[in-house]
C-alpha cells in the first residue's frame, strides 16, 4: 500500500514537472533555433575542424535562450514544492559527460564531429520522456540518433550540413508535440475538475 502511495506520488510529481515546465519546450524552442545556426555554419567554407569549434559556440546560446523563452512562454524551472525539479538539472547536466568523446572527433575525425554531436543530442532526450511523462522525447531522441547516423553515412562532405538541419527540423516537431501534448493534458484536467464538480452537487438518489 506504501509502495503504491509513492509511486502515486511520483507520478503527481511528474505531472508537475510537464504542466509547469510545459514540457521543457523552451529548451527545445531553443535548441531548434541553436541547431538552424549549426547548419548554416556547416555551410560556410571553412575546415571541419573550425566548423566544430563554431558549433560549440553556437551551443552556448542554448542556456540564454532558453532562459529568455521561460521568461515570455511563462514555465517554472525550479518550483520548490516538486523534489523532483533538480533532476531535470541533473539530466541536463548528464551531457556534459559525452564531451570527451566529442573532443576525440574534433581531434581525429571533425569531418563526423557533427554527426557525434547530433547523436549525443538526441540520446540525452530519452530519460526526459520519464521526467515529463511524454513518450515524444523518446521517440525523437530515437529518430534524432539513429537518423543521424543513417545520414552521416549516406551524405557526401558538401551535404553534410543536412545532418544539423534535420535535426532542427526534428526539433522543431518535437516542439509541436509537446506543445500539443501540454495543451491535451490541460484540457483532461479542466474535464476531470468539471466532471468532480458535477458529481458533488448530484441529488441524493442519483
Not at 515546465?21 to 560556410?44: C, H, M, Q, R
Not at 547523436?119 to 521517440?139: D, E, K, L, M, Q
Not at 508535440?177 to 458533488?200: M, P, Q, T
Request: net charge positive; charged share 10%.
Amino acid at each position: 500500500m506504501k509502495t503504491a502511495n509513492n509511486t502515486n506520488l511520483i507520478t503527481e510529481y511528474r505531472n508537475q514537472n510537464s504542466l509547469e515546465a510545459k514540457n521543457g519546450i523552451d529548451f527545445i524552442l531553443s535548441a531548434f533555433v541553436v541547431w538552424l545556426i549549426i547548419a548554416y555554419i556547416w555551410t560556410l567554407d571553412f575546415s571541419a575542424f573550425e566548423k566544430s569549434v563554431f558549433t560549440f559556440y553556437a551551443g552556448t546560446l542554448m542556456l540564454p535562450m532558453a532562459f529568455g523563452l521561460s521568461k515570455i512562454i511563462k514555465t517554472d524551472w525550479n518550483t520548490k514544492t516538486n523534489p523532483l525539479k533538480p533532476v531535470g538539472l541533473w539530466l541536463n547536466l548528464s551531457q556534459l559527460f559525452y564531451f570527451p568523446f566529442l573532443f576525440f572527433f574534433l581531434y581525429y575525425i571533425p569531418e563526423h564531429f557533427i554527426m557525434a554531436y547530433a547523436i549525443i543530442t538526441g540520446a540525452h532526450f530519452f530519460p526526459f520522456s520519464w521526467f515529463y511523462r511524454n513518450a515524444y522525447y523518446a521517440v525523437f531522441g530515437g529518430i534524432i540518433s539513429v537518423g543521424s547516423l543513417v545520414l552521416a553515412t549516406l551524405l557526401p562532405a558538401h551535404l553534410v550540413y543536412l545532418i544539423p538541419l534535420a535535426t532542427s527540423f526534428s526539433l522543431l516537431c518535437l516542439a509541436i508535440g509537446l506543445f500539443l501534448n501540454y495543451k491535451n493534458k490541460l484540457v483532461a484536467i479542466a474535464k476531470n475538475k468539471v466532471e468532480s464538480e458535477l458529481y458533488e452537487v448530484k441529488p441524493a438518489g442519483f
